[in-house]
């Protein structure tokens, strides 16, 4: 932790550590990994500086598309910008039947997040059209599956702030998935968050399009996977939740954490430095992007000192 300004509020995530004072945030982008909304034991090098990378190109690229909150990032794990408290919705959107999703199709239901899905669909197949399927944002413990009509009876939001939400969701998928294309990938799914600032604006908050947010298929070889009842490759953390799901690890209280071997760590820090050169054009550089606290502090400070003065 770093040391705070006075009057710093401060927020440790599941991966993020959060700094707050007035209108504006601080936020340092760990090398933490979480799965099924617990925190694995072991940090994974680079971790967050391929999250803040891919995340401060996609929300800089998106700004014109939807209001975000990031101002700058100075550093490869830290970015600061304006303060929006979370709305505690986290609105994903689906293209494709896979994961969780799956999972539930497979063991009969038909009704997801409010929507009807028709029988005979199989793993990984690609949908209709894109779906919202949103989940509780909970302060702690476990996300839960919610609907359109769950989150308006219970007021969380008024039906026009949903609507610009959704809007704003379904417009940052599309987005991504012409991208995704570009790179030959396959955007499959993603979650987006959204703040309310002070003002009552609604903007984009948190990370975008990043390999714990998103689930990208390759797309060279997704069809003839998917003809022959495959798993498609795919760059996300999906294949550390399948880790996990092999050991018979779920998050429950009575689930034992396996353990995380030094030859696994490294495996799951290169596959996010894959993703980062898949989607990025500049490649990865490990040697300035390696976790420096005191650099940090540097800029923590540096921020403080640019608004508070």
């Not at 550590?17 to 694995?40: E, N």
């Not at 800089?60 to 979370?86: K, M």
């Not at 497979?106 to 209709?128: H, T, V, W, Y």
Request: aromatic share 12%.
């Amino acid at each position: 932790m770093l040391q705070l300004s006075p009057d710093t509020a401060y927020y440790r995530g599941k991966v993020r550590d959060v700094y707050s004072q007035g209108d504006y945030i601080f936020i340092v982008v760990s090398d933490r990994i979480s799965a099924f909304d617990v925190i694995l034991p072991a940090p994974i090098p680079f971790k967050g500086a391929v999250l803040n990378g891919i995340s401060t190109f996609f929300l800089t690229e998106t700004r014109d598309l939807v209001p975000n909150w990031l101002i700058d990032t100075p550093n490869s794990h830290t970015a600061y910008g304006h303060l929006a408290p979370t709305i505690p919705i986290e609105v994903i959107v689906r293209g494709y039947i896979s994961g969780s999703m799956w999972r539930a199709y497979e063991a009969g239901e038909r009704i997801f997040c409010g929507n009807l899905l028709s029988d005979g669909l199989k793993n990984n197949q690609k949908l209709p059209k894109p779906i919202i399927t949103p989940t509780t944002k909970a302060s702690a413990g476990h996300d839960e599956n919610t609907s359109e009509e769950e989150i308006l009876l219970k007021e969380i939001v008024s039906p026009e702030e949903w609507a610009k939400m959704k809007k704003y969701a379904l417009t940052l998928f599309q987005f991504g998935q012409d991208f995704a294309e570009k790179k030959n990938l396959i955007l499959v799914d993603t979650k987006f968050e959204f703040g309310r600032k002070k003002d009552g604006q609604i903007i984009l908050i948190d990370e975008i399009l990043t390999p714990d947010s998103s689930r990208y298929f390759i797309a060279e070889s997704y069809l003839e996977k998917f003809r022959l009842g495959e798993n498609p490759s795919q760059l996300s953390k999906e294949f550390v939740r399948q880790w996990l799901l092999d050991h018979n690890f779920m998050g429950q209280a009575d689930d034992l954490m396996p353990t995380m071997t030094s030859e696994w760590i490294h495996t799951i820090s290169e596959r996010y430095i894959e993703l980062y050169n898949r989607l990025i054009d500049l490649p990865f550089i490990k040697k300035s992007k390696e976790f420096n606290l005191l650099k940090i502090q540097d800029d923590y400070n540096a921020f403080f000192q640019k608004f508070y003065a």
